[in-house]
């Protein structure tokens, strides 16, 4: 996992894209249509510095998939590409069966599957637009 220290500001670069566009979901997609009070400074805080630990590891694993995906296709293509797949294929059956089984409803789950889906394009497209290192052999 050596590239993840290689790649360390584009993966940086990633993650901050991927909060202010979280953030911004948050305040305009989320709380307008859940109408979900705010639960105060404290709550928001540790909540963000999860955020940014989760939303980190998520970019340092979308660059790895990056940097293995074969480049016949382009680079631009193996980005959505890479990220659509790891969205349908991890990410929205996870939020759906989560979601389910606290019984929330499906608005709220697919919500939540269009700020990942928001998330893993502008990572994938950040991580593409600075570059990413081959780890050293």
Not at 17 to 22: C, T
Not at 31 to 37: E, G, Q
Not at 99 to 106: Q, V, W
Not at 122 to 133: E, F, K, S
Request: hydrophobic fraction near 60%.
């Amino acid at each position: 996992m050596i590239y993840i220290v290689t790649n360390a500001y584009a993966i940086l670069a990633a993650t901050l894209a991927g909060l202010a566009l979280g953030v911004g979901y948050y305040f305009l997609v989320d709380r307008a249509v859940t109408k979900s009070p705010d639960d105060g400074s404290a709550k928001l805080a540790v909540s963000a510095a999860l955020a940014f630990i989760a939303e980190a590891w998520f970019a340092a694993i979308l660059a790895g998939a990056l940097i293995l995906a074969p480049p016949e296709a382009g680079r631009w293509t193996m980005a959505i590409g890479s990220a659509l797949v790891i969205w349908i294929g991890f990410i929205v059956p996870v939020l759906l069966v989560t979601h389910r089984y606290r019984a929330l409803s499906t608005r709220t789950a697919l919500i939540d599957c269009g700020h990942w889906l928001g998330v893993i394009i502008i990572q994938a497209l950040v991580l593409q637009a600075i570059g990413l290192q081959l780890p050293p052999a």
